[in-house]
């Protein structure tokens, strides 16, 4: 079973700060997913990425996709209070048996203070 | 077009009630996942719905069972449950459940077990 760790688990800064998250596993991913899930609320995706050494941007959100396909970040430039959530990456298993099937993180807690 | 929908939202059952979720997925949507939610195991996968079949089964007890109906809505049920099972469930839909199609969540039932 693929295992995605997640760093850190918490994270707590001021707006306007910079941060990075971190998602690795010991296995090649086959694709993974970032996710942000709010309080109150599912998650909802961001971004996927396939291709190792893929670099995708959301507006201030940067993710990378490690070229060995083992590893991934997520930068947020300039956070902001909007951007408080827990962060998931989450593995699509490849393969035609996995169907509907995500591997998740244990997820970073993001609080950005005003 | 209207998300995913789980009722109920919110819910509290005493150790040995079984309880029965409900999801109703995005219109067009063929595939239902569910998913439990808890602070110490994170995300984890219980099981896949597509057409009416499961396809894919987490590692999860067998109290734990689900059904979709001909309308792509599903139900999840926890028989006899126990302290442990107390979490939020989360169900997501999508048009096929491919590997690296998007998944749209719920905002979750939240079950809690005394």
């Known amino acids: 079973t693929q295992l995605l760790e997640q760093s850190p688990q918490f994270l707590s800064i001021q707006e306007g700060e910079n941060l990075t998250v971190y998602c690795n596993s010991s296995?090649?991913?086959?694709?993974l997913q970032w996710y942000r899930q709010e309080p109150g609320e599912g998650p909802v995706l961001l971004v996927t990425?396939?291709?190792?050494?893929e670099v995708k941007k959301l507006k201030r959100l940067t993710f990378q996709f490690g070229d060995a396909r083992k590893d991934s970040s997520l930068h947020i430039t300039a956070a902001q209070p909007g951007d408080t959530g827990l962060y998931l990456c989450a593995e699509t298993n490849a393969g035609g048996t996995s169907y509907g099937k995500l591997t998740f993180g244990q997820g970073t807690i993001l609080t950005v203070h005003p | 077009k209207a998300g995913v929908t789980q009722t109920p939202r919110y819910l509290i059952k005493t150790r040995g009630q079984q309880v029965t979720l409900s999801c109703s997925p995005i219109s067009g949507h063929r595939s239902v996942s569910w998913y439990q939610q808890t602070p110490g195991q994170g995300l984890q996968f219980l099981f896949e719905?597509?057409?009416?079949?499961?396809?894919n089964k987490g590692n999860f007890p067998g109290r734990f069972s689900g059904r979709q109906f001909s309308n792509s809505r599903s139900e999840m049920n926890v028989s006899t449950l126990e302290l442990g099972d107390s979490a939020l469930y989360l169900c997501a839909s999508s048009y096929r459940g491919g590997n690296t199609g998007e998944l749209f969540f719920g905002e979750g039932s939240r079950l809690t077990v005394l």
């Open positions: 990425v396939v291709t190792g050494g």
């Open positions: 719905y597509f057409s009416e079949t499961q396809r």
């Open positions: 296995s090649v991913f086959s694709s």
